[in-house]
C-alpha cells in the first residue's frame, strides 16, 4: 500500500464516532434499503399481475404471467436499473452528489405516485439504479462529506 493510504487507514482508525458517522450509515441505509425493496418487490408484482390478468374462470389454482411475460417484466425492471446507474452515476460525476442524490429522492416521488396510478413504473427501478452509484462513492471515500457540495 501506498504511504497515502495508510495515512487515511490511521485517520480512519483514530477518528472518533461523531453524529455525521451515524447520518452517513443511515443515508446510505436509505438508499440501499430502497434499491434493494424495489428490486425485491418484482417478484411479487409478477405474481399479481398474473392474478389479475391470466386468472381463467372456474379454476381453483390462481393465474400465473407466461414465462415471456414474467421473463420482460423482470428484465425491464433490472435494465432500468442499470441504466439508471449508468446515467445518475455520470450525471453525479458531472454536476455532484449532493444535487444529483436530491434529483433521485425527486424522481422517486413522482414515479412512487405514477406506479400508484398505473403508469410510469419503469421510471422508478431507473432511480433506483441512480442511487446506487452515489451511495457507493460516499462509502468509497469516507472521509469526504456524505454530499459534497462540489464535483
Known amino acids: 500500500m501506498g504511504q497515502?493510504?495508510?495515512?487515511?487507514?490511521?485517520a480512519l482508525d483514530s477518528a472518533?464516532?461523531?453524529?455525521?458517522?451515524?447520518?452517513?450509515?443511515?443515508?446510505a441505509g436509505m438508499g440501499f434499503f430502497t434499491d434493494a425493496y424495489d428490486l425485491f418487490c418484482i417478484s411479487m408484482v409478477t405474481k399479481l399481475l398474473g392474478r389479475i390478468y391470466y386468472h381463467v374462470e372456474g379454476s381453483p389454482k390462481p393465474g400465473s404471467?407466461?414465462?415471456?411475460?414474467s421473463a420482460a417484466v423482470n428484465g425491464v425492471a433490472l435494465c432500468g436499473t442499470l441504466a439508471g446507474?449508468?446515467?445518475?452515476?455520470?450525471?453525479?460525476?458531472k454536476l455532484g452528489r449532493k444535487k444529483v442524490?436530491?434529483?433521485?429522492?425527486?424522481v422517486m416521488v413522482i414515479c412512487?405516485?405514477?406506479s400508484g396510478l398505473s403508469f410510469?413504473?419503469?421510471?422508478?427501478?431507473?432511480?433506483?439504479?441512480g442511487t446506487s452509484p452515489l451511495i457507493m462513492h460516499g462509502q468509497k471515500n469516507p472521509l469526504s462529506s456524505p454530499f459534497p457540495a462540489t464535483k
Open 16 to 27: 472518533k464516532t461523531q453524529w455525521y458517522h451515524f447520518t452517513a450509515i443511515v443515508i
Open 85 to 93: 446507474q449508468l446515467f445518475f452515476g455520470w450525471l453525479g460525476d
Open 101 to 106: 442524490y436530491g434529483m433521485t429522492l425527486m
Open 65 to 69: 404471467l407466461p414465462p415471456n411475460v
Open 120 to 129: 410510469c413504473n419503469n421510471c422508478m427501478t431507473c432511480r433506483v439504479g
Open 112 to 114: 412512487s405516485i405514477a
Open 4 to 10: 497515502e493510504q495508510l495515512k487515511v487507514l490511521d
